[in-house]
């Protein structure tokens, strides 16, 4: 018998094998694409996806039928996405640079971006050349810009990240100079890396350090230029280190594209730009 | 050797076995005690079922739980049988040292090894892009059931392999053909083992993060189809604790909900295990 019975042997995993593949087809076939809905894929900049998703989320309560899909994943996968065809609206929490002129962005929202200390650093303030000096590996103690002789933790953000490029270009840096110790990827990752590590220096977005230092987290924000980083300077644009956010397309936007972007620009949407810590257009 | 030195090293060894056994406890009841610590005052029935809010930091995970279960649940409808059946294949159909057994057997060892973000990097450009799925439930179950079958097929084919000889040679004595000893024999005298690979193959895909974020996405809206795309547990703790200032409060809840989920899986798993266990072993 277990020699003989050449038949079943051979076919049995080929028939599992096509029942898998069956039921795959079957669960593709029942969904066809759902063309009843006006859709839009929105991705990119993980700083303006919270933001997004509850702009979309609105959006889809005031416009029945429509469906506003946000995906997270920095700023160039947005810019990539939209040239590739992925996503109908990129997020890029940047202005569009000179190559990409080809695209169109529209600015939803301004964010501003600071250098945060431990709380327990006594340093209350640090001129542009000594932040450099830290970040390129210069100024490696904190006892060379008048604080503590403790060895200095400098946070980077990782590669692809804007606030990354904001930084390096208002200090005109190159990402190769920075002799950092720690890599970090989204704003909380770098509050929670300083909080944690009393001789850390980092950068991130002013809203959520400024939310997190009110909240207890022992983090201080320092002042660029002798101007304090606060929501209010960013708004009124004296805050030396901002950047908009932006909303990017390949062509002009048109039709369902073009009403969500003018409602992202509306004052329809200050609560929820406010809720996020970022700083709407005007007022 | 004298007599005192030799209790010297009876008692040292017992003494460092012992401390490295409770320090691996330390850390397990460390991190559910953090959890708890910091989650269970934001549990509640309504946080489980409610649609999140502002960005997640209020409102619950009701969405994100379903679609969760939406994608495990794709997950194993198409891992299961297919690790079944390869199994089945390598143990009960070939030899051992068969050249297509190797073949399998090394793949899958590699794959087993492959970080998850390079499976989510995979899933997206297959699954999302070349097949046209997009950001979907359906796209992230099956990147998680490319991820998880390496375990299942590998557990599955120890604990075929694991029946004794003489099973397979009294079914054949009594003529049964293959696919009724599988069914009558093996399958139930492996089902403990089989039951071990499901949960720890439940398990990576419960917690998965980096291989959902670039194929079922960002999405937290209720899923209508397994086109939607949908925000997994991992992602959305994942999303508050690094992405979202005042996040962490609902984070640990979330954080919560999921290590709950899995230890009531793990529980039920081996409940089932027992009982099956205790079940065919009948009286002679």
Request: charge should be neutral; include cysteine; aromatic fraction near 8%.
């Amino acid at each position: 018998m277990n020699k003989t019975s050449k038949m079943p042997r051979a076919r049995n995993p080929a028939t599992v094998f096509l029942i898998c593949l069956f039921c795959v087809c079957a669960l593709l076939g029942q969904f066809p694409a759902e063309a009843k809905e006006e859709q839009l894929v929105i991705t990119g900049s993980s700083t303006m996806a919270p933001l997004v998703s509850e702009m979309g989320k609105r959006f889809e309560s005031l416009h029945t039928g429509t469906r506003i899909d946000v995906q997270a994943g920095g700023s160039s996968r947005g810019i990539a996405d939209v040239l590739n065809g992925l996503a109908d609206i990129g997020m890029a929490s940047r202005a569009l640079k000179a190559q990409e002129n080809d695209l169109y962005g529209v600015v939803i929202a301004h964010d501003g971006v600071t250098v945060i200390l431990h709380s327990n650093n006594p340093i209350q303030a640090l001129t542009d050349d000594q932040i450099k000096g830290i970040y390129i590996g210069v100024i490696t103690n904190w006892k060379t810009v008048g604080g503590l002789d403790a060895p200095i933790t400098v946070v980077n953000k990782a590669e692809g990240r804007s606030t990354l490029e904001l930084f390096l270009h208002y200090f005109t840096l190159s990402n190769r100079d920075i002799k950092a110790h720690v890599v970090i990827g989204d704003n909380e990752q770098g509050i929670k890396t300083v909080a944690g590590n009393p001789h850390a220096i980092g950068y991130v977005s002013i809203g959520t350090a400024q939310y997190d230092a009110t909240h207890g987290v022992p983090i201080r924000l320092l002042p660029l230029r002798n101007i304090p980083a606060t929501l209010k300077t960013v708004r009124e644009g004296t805050f030396p280190l901002s950047r908009p956010l932006t909303l990017v397309t390949k062509s002009s936007p048109a039709g369902l594209m073009k009403i969500f972007i003018d409602f992202a620009r509306s004052s329809q949407v200050h609560d929820l730009i406010l809720k996020q810590y970022f700083v709407p257009l005007q007022g | 050797m004298s007599r005192q030195s030799r209790h010297v090293q009876e008692y040292g060894t017992t003494a460092i076995i012992w401390m490295a056994a409770t320090m691996v406890v330390i850390p397990f009841l460390w991190l559910i005690g953090d959890l708890l610590w910091n989650g269970w005052t934001h549990l509640s029935w309504s946080f489980v079922f409610s649609a999140p809010q502002n960005a997640g930091r209020e409102g619950g995970i009701g969405p994100i739980l379903m679609s969760t279960m939406l994608i495990v649940g794709v997950c194993m409808g198409v891992a299961v049988p297919m690790g079944l059946g390869t199994a089945l294949f390598l143990s009960e159909y070939t030899r051992h040292d068969h050249v297509l057994g190797r073949l399998i057997r090394g793949s899958l060892d590699v794959l087993a090894g492959v970080p998850s973000i390079v499976f989510g990097l995979f899933g997206n450009a297959l699954f999302c892009q070349a097949l046209g799925l997009g950001f979907s439930i359906l796209s992230g179950g099956l990147t998680l059931a490319c991820m998880v079958l390496p375990i299942l097929i590998r557990t599955a084919e120890e604990s075929f392999r694991a029946i004794s000889r003489e099973q397979r040679l009294s079914a054949a004595a009594l003529g049964l053909s293959q696919p009724t000893t599988i069914r009558t024999i093996l399958l139930p005298a492996a089902m403990p083992g089989l039951l071990v690979g499901g949960t720890l193959g439940l398990g990576r895909a419960f917690a998965e993060t980096a291989a959902l974020i670039f194929t079922s996405g960002y999405v937290d809206r209720m899923p209508e189809s397994l086109m939607d795309s949908g925000r997994s547990l991992a992602v959305h703790i994942y999303d508050l604790a690094m992405n979202v200032a005042g996040g962490n409060p609902n984070a640990f809840a979330t954080a919560l909900v999921l290590v709950g989920l899995l230890l009531i899986i793990n529980l039920f798993s081996s409940w089932i295990a027992t009982r099956w266990t205790s079940l065919n072993q009948l009286p002679a």
